[in-house]
């Protein structure tokens, strides 16, 4: 699976849209981009994935760059209660496993 | 809805004790992970079960092992514990079909050797 970098750590306002990167520069043609985020000690909670098109479901959005070589998350208007850590993931079609390497610790701050 | 339930919520075993895990999928899915996330740590794959047979395996020490039955149920069984094996244990399930499928996670067991 392809590696992913993103920033260790972001701060957002309450209210505000937060836009959370991703780099997967040696991701191939049939992976795809997944994004799911853990609250202080739950288990990891899906938020969406894609493959080269823009997605949005009533969490967030993916935009997905034309190369595929990074992605941005966007919550539209981030709550405390947003605030965890999230992992950006590259995955080979189904069954594969999801591979967590070093998230972003996003806070949101009234 | 039905989520994936891990049983117990909380287990405390001494050091060389064993420990056994268990997980109930989402009904109707057929594929289950393990992960362990020891303090401060990102989730690490230990191993996953499609249609009941092993289909990948990660770091998972030779003391551990696991199974799925044919209710799609599965057990991490551990042994020989050690201190460094404190940590929470997460199962996720998926469901056949679609090649972009998502995972979901349980709420996860947490392990304290002592």
């Known amino acids: 699976d392809a590696k992913t970098t993103q920033p260790p750590s972001m701060d957002c306002a309450e209210g505000r849209a937060a836009n959370l990167p991703c780099n997967h520069s040696t991701i191939s043609g049939n992976e795809y981009v997944y994004w799911y985020r853990q609250i202080h000690s739950q288990g990891p909670q899906y938020i969406i994935h894609?493959?080269?098109n823009n997605e949005t479901n009533e969490m967030a959005s993916l935009i997905i760059t034309e190369d595929r070589k990074s992605s941005t998350l966007i919550l539209p208007h981030a709550t405390l209660r947003d605030t965890a850590v999230y992992y950006c993931?590259?995955?080979?079609?189904?069954?594969?496993?999801?591979?967590f390497g070093a998230g972003t610790i996003l806070r949101v701050k009234s | 809805a039905a989520g994936v339930i891990q049983s117990p919520r909380h287990l405390i075993k001494e050091k060389r004790e064993t420990a056994t895990l268990k997980c109930y999928p989402i009904p109707r899915h057929d594929t289950v992970y393990w992960y362990q996330q020891g303090p401060g740590q990102d989730p690490q794959f230990l191993i996953s079960?499609?249609?009941?047979?092993?289909?990948d395996k990660g770091s998972i020490p030779d003391r551990f092992s696991a199974q799925q039955f044919s209710d799609y149920h599965s057990e991490l069984n551990m042994s020989s514990l050690e201190l460094g094996d404190s940590a929470l244990y997460f199962c996720?399930?998926?469901?056949?079909?679609?090649?972009?499928?998502?995972?979901?996670f349980g709420q996860g067991t947490r392990l304290t050797v002592v």
């Open positions: 993931i590259v995955r080979v079609e189904y069954g594969n496993k999801l591979v």
């Open positions: 996720a399930s998926s469901p056949p079909g679609a090649s972009d499928t998502e995972a979901f």
């Open positions: 894609g493959l080269k």
């Open positions: 079960f499609y249609e009941k047979m092993q289909s």
